[in-house]
């Protein structure tokens, strides 16, 4: 197809909103898939995104549209994922298209992730098209919506297309506007190769799967390509598009966005922003703005069960073949013997990949708290990050902590805005912005990561009944007055519960910890006693008191079969355990420890 003939375009919108639901629209509409094939919300791939309503990775689809003027078109729609994890992925699929649908739901409005995400999409020149959704339900109000999108984004709205995604009313005008409204690709068939590296992942039979847009020149089948930024050099073995399915096309033009594969053997191979040319004669410079994605958030997975260390090895290796920005590392704690230290981009990431692990491989898993990436300066005057609480140096190697920071925006009715702040103001957070769209705010924090890590959107939640919406992105790494605080179980130090805190909270955390923890242990045949300390000094102590003596007092009677009843019976309630020491410590104990609430 020539370039005028090609429209290349993302769907942005807030989670729920209809995204999905108006992908399948425009699938079904342009008759890429027949009834059959069509189920519902094909391009949300994975049984865990669509159970959690969140797309992960980036699809796409070529859809063939015969427009009002008589001429064919190719239309591609990227599928983004909707979460702020995934914001530098986003960000690239961005890069890879021209225009966006800005899907709103008119019952709802402009959201946190609405924001976000059109930012991107301005940020990479889209022309954006508003669409107002769900114009079925009673609720709608697409002029008052219509209006806010000109507000609160500051952009004209007055052309938006009004539809319902689930009668499909409107749905013939959102591609007549594709069509005439967002512009073409441009790209030269003549030139050497440059193609983006969108998106990539694993697939059992073909190997790694790699999303491309071609900017430049012409991508055939058995080129030999160069990744610039990694210098790999591979062969392509297939190319083609998705209509959704697979379909070899052995060629992708400039402005084309499709697939190739080359015997690429993990995902890890392949980096999301890289540049591909040929291996003879490429591009002279590639494209900007690549950035390795960085895991940001840490936490340990150990198994309850010690024997499944393995199995949780296996599963692992196999997760990692298809996320490379999940890292991990074997770590041994004292108190949980075997596990991994594992780097996620978000808190998201982390609950999907757990989640995963749990369902999908059927291990049992203690999470420790997560932690984020501290910087540490040390008196030498070098720098180390530190992934893990528990490899904290001696202090006094140590001149400075940085703790990473993120930029938080809030969307919030009025009446909640009180204990937004609140929340926010807790959590040492520092006010930047507030502005009022309609009868609601919008709010925006930086906040230390670190106080976002553990329950932070557990927290908005409840104290807005739901009704909040929030996003974030990383802004830089600051000196902070942090110490490490370690938790002493019967005298004992728990490496798995030591935490980095800021000072002027140590006490308070510490005794909360104290508190929770007394609630989480169960008593024992001796007095337990827990402590926060930082350095050598106890900042908090609780006591768990010894079971009372006569309860067990009957079993050395001679009664040897209760005896043994009442310990099987202890014993089946304590699979969950741990064995710390003398003492027994529930796996739950490890996370709700650290919840603040
Ligand atoms: P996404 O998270 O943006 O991908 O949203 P989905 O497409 O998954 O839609 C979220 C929910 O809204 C689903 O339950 C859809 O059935 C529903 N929905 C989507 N479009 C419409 C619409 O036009 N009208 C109504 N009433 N519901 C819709
Ligand atoms: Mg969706």
């Not at 059959?36 to 990775?57: A, P, Y």
């Not at 190719?74 to 899907?103: C, K, Q, W």
């Not at 300066?377 to 006094?396: K, L, Q, W």
């Amino acid at each position: 197809k020539d370039l005028a003939h090609i429209r290349n375009f993302s769907i942005v919108a807030h989670i729920d909103h209809g995204k999905s639901t108006l992908a399948d629209r425009l699938i079904q509409a342009t008759g890429a898939l027949t009834e059959r094939e069509m189920k519902e919300q094909v391009l949300d791939s994975m049984d865990i995104e669509r159970e959690r309503g969140i797309t992960i990775k980036a699809q796409t689809v070529r859809l063939i549209y015969k427009a009002r003027d008589g001429e064919e078109y190719v239309l591609n729609l990227i599928d983004t994922p909707g979460h702020v994890d995934f914001g530098y992925e986003v960000s690239r699929s961005m890069r890879a298209v021209e225009g966006s649908l800005l899907v709103v739901d008119a019952s709802q409005g402009v959201e946190a992730q609405t924001l976000a995400n059109v930012y991107q999409a301005i940020d990479a020149d889209h022309e954006i098209v508003p669409v107002l959704n769900k114009i079925d339900l009673p609720a709608a109000e697409p002029d008052r919506v219509r209006e806010q999108i000109e507000d609160v984004i500051g952009i004209d709205a007055s052309e938006a297309v009004l539809i319902s995604a689930k009668t499909g009313l409107g749905i013939p005008d959102v591609l007549e506007a594709i069509v005439t409204r967002l512009p073409s690709p441009k790209g030269e068939a003549a030139a050497p190769l440059k193609a983006m590296l969108v998106d990539s992942w694993y697939d059992a039979y073909l190997g790694v799967i790699v999303l491309v847009r071609v900017i430049d020149g012409v991508l055939r089948k058995g080129d030999r390509i160069r990744m610039m930024q990694t210098g790999a050099i591979y062969q392509t073995d297939r190319v083609g598009v998705f209509t959704p399915k697979m379909l070899e096309t052995d060629v992708l033009g400039p402005g084309e966005l499709g697939f190739l594969t080359a015997s690429i053997k993990q995902v890890r191979d392949t980096r999301v922003g890289d540049t591909i040319t040929s291996e003879r004669g490429g591009c002279a410079k590639p494209l900007p703005g690549f950035k390795p994605a960085v895991p940001v958030v840490f936490c340990g997975l150990f198994p309850v069960d010690s024997a499944d260390f393995e199995d949780l090895r296996d599963a692992i290796e196999k997760l990692a073949l298809n996320d490379a920005s999940f890292t991990y590392e074997m770590e041994t704690s004292a108190a949980l013997g075997f596990g991994f230290r594992c780097g996620f981009l978000g808190l998201l990431h982390l609950e999907v990949v757990r989640d995963r692990l749990e369902r999908e491989y059927e291990i049992d898993l203690i999470t420790t708290a997560p932690s984020v990436v501290y910087h540490l300066h040390m008196t030498d005057g070098s720098m180390r990050e530190m992934h893990n609480p528990a490899d904290m140096p001696d202090v006094v190697k140590i001149d400075r902590i940085e703790e990473p920071w993120i930029r938080a925006t809030i969307l919030v009715p009025d009446d909640f805005l009180g204990d937004v702040l609140k929340l926010c103001q807790e959590r040492r957070g520092i006010q930047m912005d507030l502005t009022y769209a309609g009868s609601r705010a919008m709010v925006v924090y930086r906040l230390p990561l670190n106080e976002v890590v553990f329950d932070f959107y557990d927290r908005l939640k409840s104290v807005t009944r739901g009704y909040a919406s929030f996003d974030y992105q990383m802004d830089g790494y600051e000196a902070g007055s942090l110490v490490k605080m370690q938790i002493l179980v019967n005298e004992e130090p728990v490496d798995a519960l030591s935490t980095i805190v800021h000072r002027d909270k140590a006490e308070m955390r510490g005794r909360s910890m104290c508190e929770k923890l007394k609630e989480l242990i169960p008593q024992h045949m001796f007095k337990v006693p827990i402590q926060a300390a930082i350095g050598g000094r106890v900042i908090a102590r609780e006591t768990i008191s010894a079971l009372r003596k006569d309860v067990t007092a009957k079993c050395y009677g001679g009664d040897v079969t209760r005896k043994r009843k009442l310990l099987e019976k202890q014993k089946a309630g304590k699979k969950k355990m741990r064995q710390f020491g003398k003492v027994e410590i529930p796996q739950e104990a490890f996370i709700n420890a650290l919840k603040m609430d």
